[in-house]
């Protein structure tokens, strides 16, 4: 069974799309768990304005398109530890919990 611990850094700044616009991904703050590796990441558009999205990569690195499921302690600390490397994003999520 895969151990648990910091995630495989992915570079940042990098670019991102959707149909309704696009920009750079700037923050991640990623986990990697038992079975999937949970990331929340901060979406800077090119139009200006801001995202946060909630995501998950398989182990072996390929994005999901399902919703990102946080299934243990052990996810929750982990994220939260990785948050500490990503200011914005850790601004807005105290934000978004008060």
Same mark, same amino acid.
């Given at each position: 069974?895969?151990?648990?611990?910091?995630?495989?850094?992915?570079?940042?700044?990098?670019p991102?799309?959707?149909?309704? *616009?696009? /920009?750079?991904?700037?923050?991640?703050? #990623?986990?990697? $768990? @038992? %079975?999937?590796?949970p990331a929340?990441q901060?979406?800077?558009?090119?139009e200006? *304005?801001? /995202?946060?999205r909630?995501c998950?990569? #398989?182990?072996? $690195? @390929? %994005?999901?398109?399902?919703?990102?499921?946080?299934?243990?302690?052990?996810?929750?600390?982990?994220?939260?530890?990785?948050?500490?490397?990503a200011?914005?994003?850790?601004?807005?999520?105290?934000?978004?919990?008060s």
């Amino acid at each position: 069974m895969p151990t648990t611990g910091p995630a495989k850094r992915r570079p940042v700044p990098r670019p991102f799309e959707f149909h309704w *616009g696009k /920009g750079q991904i700037t923050e991640e703050a #990623s986990f990697s $768990g @038992r %079975f999937t590796e949970p990331a929340i990441q901060l979406l800077e558009y090119d139009e200006g *304005g801001q /995202g946060i999205r909630f995501c998950y990569y #398989s182990l072996d $690195g @390929r %994005f999901q398109r399902s919703p990102m499921m946080i299934d243990s302690e052990d996810s929750l600390e982990g994220l939260r530890a990785a948050l500490r490397s990503a200011p914005k994003l850790q601004a807005l999520i105290k934000k978004l919990a008060s």
